[in-house]
């Protein structure tokens, strides 16, 4: 059984109690993702605008800008948000219970005092009835200890992912963090492309060719619980009725995904082990039913 206190490396995460932290946190994302979206070279399905773990919390990647070159990072340790750049100037902003207004303002007047003249599309994406973030008072709340304990359980989660990414050996995506859903994924790709997809033009070239992905979410008010995911795309026939482990793991028709609760697997005697179960044995199923050349794609132990 995993340790239950606020040490332990799966710690508790009730959707109820730190959902206005979660929706805060989920709007400054956004934020900070638009400003690498303004900036990042066009990387292949949107990686390059993704944001990555480190150390201390989560990151855009390094970003040019007029000569120079700088990144942006939520701090979760000392709770700042970070603005590095290439010349060695740098900006520490708190991170204190504040609206999303409050927050873009200050993040965008941080960046003009640094000479970082960046022009953002300040409307949130990916969630129902968006506020833009100059308007945004309705979310304002950031508990200190929520945020850090997402952020250590992101960083165990991509620990585990990055470990069953080491066995493909065809194209997959870093373990990172998609700012618009909120959600930690790694998706592994088939080779071949996919039937043409409806929807934004990001999400038509994220799903250009065939994929299986993994990833952690922390829930919403359909789903009120944080879960792990897996799905593929296009789906083949079957899969929602495949044998999945562990016995937790279901299938959700809304979604057209397998889901694994959160606390399923932090209860679990080995929580890493519970998530790799869950990681290969999706992908083994769909993989097949899909007839992926896993020859090919797959070290042998």
């Known amino acids: 059984m995993a340790d239950m206190t606020e040490d332990a490396p799966w710690p508790a995460l009730p959707y109820e109690v730190w959902k206005d932290t979660y929706a805060?946190?989920?709007?400054?994302?956004?934020?900070?993702?638009?400003?690498?979206?303004?900036?990042?070279?066009?990387?292949n399905h949107s990686w390059g605008v993704a944001l990555h773990l480190t150390p201390?919390?989560?990151?855009?990647?390094?970003?040019?800008?007029?000569?120079?070159?700088?990144?942006?990072?939520?701090?979760?340790v000392d709770?700042?948000?970070?603005?590095?750049?290439?010349?060695?100037?740098?900006?520490?902003l708190p991170l204190v219970s504040q609206s999303v207004a409050d927050f873009y303002r200050?993040?965008?007047?941080?960046?003009q005092d640094l000479g970082l003249p960046v022009r953002v599309w300040p409307m949130p994406v990916e969630?129902?009835?968006?506020?833009?973030?100059?308007?945004?008072?309705?979310?304002h709340t950031y508990d200190r200890m929520f945020a850090q304990r997402v952020w250590?359980?992101?960083?165990?989660?991509?620990?585990?992912?990055?470990?069953?990414?080491?066995?493909?050996?065809?194209?997959?995506?870093?373990?990172?963090?998609?700012?618009?859903?909120?959600?930690?994924?790694v998706t592994r790709f088939s080779g071949r492309p996919a039937p043409p997809r409806e929807g934004p033009a990001f999400m038509?070239?994220?799903?250009?060719?065939?994929?299986?992905s993994h990833g952690f979410w922390p829930g919403n008010d359909v789903i009120p619980e944080p879960v792990?995911?897996?799905y593929a795309a296009p789906e083949p026939d079957g899969f929602n009725q495949a044998a999945v482990r562990p016995s937790a793991a279901r299938y959700t028709a809304d979604y057209g995904e397998f889901i694994l609760p959160y606390d399923e697997v932090r209860t679990d005697r080995d929580p890493g082990a519970a998530i790799r179960q869950f990681v290969e044995t999706t992908y083994a199923q769909a993989a097949t039913l899909a007839g992926w050349d896993r020859a090919a794609l797959e070290r042998v132990s």
Request: hydrophobic letters at 45%.
């Open 56 to 76: 201390r919390g989560l990151s855009t990647h390094s970003l040019p800008l007029g000569g120079r070159t700088f990144a942006v990072e939520f701090d979760f």
């Open 228 to 230: 792990f995911y897996a």
């Open 106 to 111: 200050t993040t965008m007047s941080a960046l």
């Open 204 to 212: 038509r070239e994220a799903y250009s060719h065939e994929v299986i």
């Open 152 to 185: 250590r359980i992101l960083l165990q989660v991509a620990h585990v992912f990055t470990a069953t990414r080491a066995r493909f050996l065809g194209k997959s995506s870093p373990v990172h963090f998609f700012w618009g859903s909120f959600d930690l994924a």
């Open 127 to 139: 969630v129902p009835s968006p506020v833009r973030f100059d308007e945004d008072t309705i979310h």
């Open 79 to 92: 709770h700042l948000l970070l603005i590095r750049v290439s010349d060695g100037t740098h900006r520490g």
């Open 24 to 43: 805060t946190l989920h709007m400054w994302t956004q934020v900070v993702g638009k400003i690498a979206l303004a900036q990042a070279p066009p990387v």
